[in-house]
């Protein structure tokens, strides 16, 4: 049996990124909310394909780490809710497609 060759050094900066982010659900969440001044409940369900209840827990976590705001009102006695990254959420963000970047240029072609 041949042990396996350690971690190259080019993927050590994967062991500081942002695991939050790097979650395939979150992460399309932060991209659309990066890209907008806002967004509705609704407007990133459709855009993500998840289910209220997933995008809810998703949603939850980014609130809670202070990435995402969340506003909530009612609209012709409807609920409505509004979302946007807070500062710390799109620097958050930034730094996480920089080290991302960084990831893929340092690996050997």
Do not use: C
């Not at 993927?11 to 695991?19: C, E, F, G, W």
């Not at 991209?31 to 609704?42: G, K, M, R």
């Not at 609209?75 to 409505?80: F, L, R």
């Amino acid at each position: 049996m041949i042990a396996p060759e350690p971690a190259s050094e080019e993927l050590h900066s994967l062991v500081d990124i942002d695991r939050l982010i790097h979650e395939p659900a979150r992460l399309m969440v932060m991209a659309l909310l990066y890209v907008v001044e806002s967004a509705d409940f609704i407007f990133l369900q459709r855009q993500t394909g998840l289910t209220w209840g997933n995008l809810s827990s998703h949603l939850t976590k980014l609130e809670e780490a202070g990435y995402v705001d969340v506003e909530k009102e009612f609209v012709d006695k409807k609920p409505h809710t509004m979302l946007h990254l807070t500062d710390q959420g799109r620097a958050a963000f930034q730094e996480y497609r920089q080290s991302m970047k960084q990831v893929f240029e340092d690996l050997p072609e």
